[in-house]
């Protein structure tokens, strides 16, 4: 069974930091491209950053410069810090795993940026 666990989501004031993890299992992680995708009420999903299986990355034009996606082969885990928040990055974070056909989500962590 292919589990994805978002977690480290919470209430953070424009400005500060946060730690996003995906601990995944049931998958052989690391041939899966990873990324992050959020929705914020009222809204399409949006891309958020993806790592490929050799880990190159990308990023939504939004969080280039502020947001970092890495990954632990070894914890298969996929991270993704967060920096300099803004009120508009207030959205659900999910993860997804892609490997060929095969499509997998999270089911999103809440991430609120607010004074």
């Known amino acids: 069974q292919v589990q994805l666990v978002e977690s480290g989501g919470g209430l953070v004031q424009p400005g500060g930091s946060l730690r996003l993890s995906c601990a995944t299992s049931?998958?052989?992680?690391?041939?899966?491209?990873m990324g992050w995708y959020r929705q914020a009420p009222g809204t399409q999903r949006e891309l958020v950053a993806t790592?490929?299986?050799?880990?190159?990355?990308n990023y939504g034009d939004s969080v280039k410069g502020r947001f970092t996606i890495s990954r632990d082969n070894n914890k298969n885990t996929v991270y993704l810090q967060m920096n300099t928040l803004k009120p508009e990055d207030t959205a659900v974070y999910y993860c997804?795993?892609?490997?060929?056909?095969?499509?997998?989500w999270g089911k999103g962590t809440l991430v609120t940026i607010s004074l």
């Open positions: 790592i490929t299986s050799r880990s190159n990355t």
């Open positions: 997804n795993a892609k490997f060929a056909n095969r499509v997998y």
């Open positions: 049931g998958i052989i992680f690391s041939i899966y491209d």
